[in-house]
């Protein structure tokens, strides 16, 4: 089951955010209650969206396919670490199946069938002496995997718009709305304008005033 855990995160980033970019203008003098939400907003409003790199985040997340990690590692203005299968042991890996799957009958004994003829082939191949780095050749994308991902503000807005897209792949959607939901509860100016639609699970983009 994916499991999305927030690590770290800047604090009062949003107060960061004003104070840094308030350099640009020496107009520390306008700093007050609640103003950092007002500047926040100007800044996204008018793309200015380089301050909000001052702030950073710091996720967990497990419970999801290599087909995911494949995706999420090709943003390359973050830090990641992820699960190793050279050095664990893959056994009795769990792995992830699609709805889809799961809903035919069908498709999901074929499904498992391999799963399970995967699992007993990588220990046949340790049984003869291959060492998990070899080995590790034959797991499938569906194999579960865990890695911490940490990226400035600009860019998890960049991955969360990108991933909640209609046309972005279920899993990975699914991701990055709860990554979105706990933004929301932090930092919620800086998400304010990316806005869940639940009746789709799609992310969708509006207009601040």
């Known amino acids: 089951m994916m499991k999305i855990e927030l690590l770290f995160i800047t604090p009062d980033a949003e107060r960061l955010i004003e104070s ?7 107009s520390f003098n ?16 008018r793309g200015h969206l380089s301050v909000i790199e001052h702030a950073y985040a710091t996720f967990r997340i497990s419970g999801v396919s290599r087909a995911l990690t494949h995706q999420l590692v090709r943003h390359r203005f973050s830090s990641i670490t992820q699960q190793s299968q050279r050095y664990v042991n893959e056994n009795n890996f769990n ?3 699609p709805e889809s799957v799961r809903n ?3 498709a999901h004994s074929i499904f498992v069938n391999l ?17 998990k780095e070899d080995a590790r ?8 995997s865990q890695l911490v991902l940490t990226a400035n503000l600009r860019e998890w807005r ?22 979105l939901k706990i933004f929301k509860k932090y930092v919620p100016t800086i998400f304010e304008d990316l806005v869940i639609n639940e009746e789709k699970l ?8």
């Open 20 to 26: 840094a970019g308030r350099t640009s203008y020496l």
């Open 115 to 131: 799963m399970e003829k995967i699992r007993d082939t990588y220990i046949k191949l340790k049984d003869q002496g291959i060492k």
């Open 202 to 209: 799609i992310i969708e983009k509006i207009n601040i005033s």
């Open 95 to 97: 792995y992830i199946e």
């Open 158 to 179: 960049h991955i969360i718009e990108l991933r909640g897209d209609p046309a972005a792949q279920w899993e990975i959607r699914k991701m990055a709305l709860e990554i």
């Open 137 to 144: 050749f034959i797991l499938p994308n569906a194999t579960e």
């Open 30 to 45: 306008k700093q007050g209650k609640d103003s950092d939400k007002k500047f926040v907003r100007m800044l996204i409003k």
């Open 104 to 106: 035919n009958p069908k």
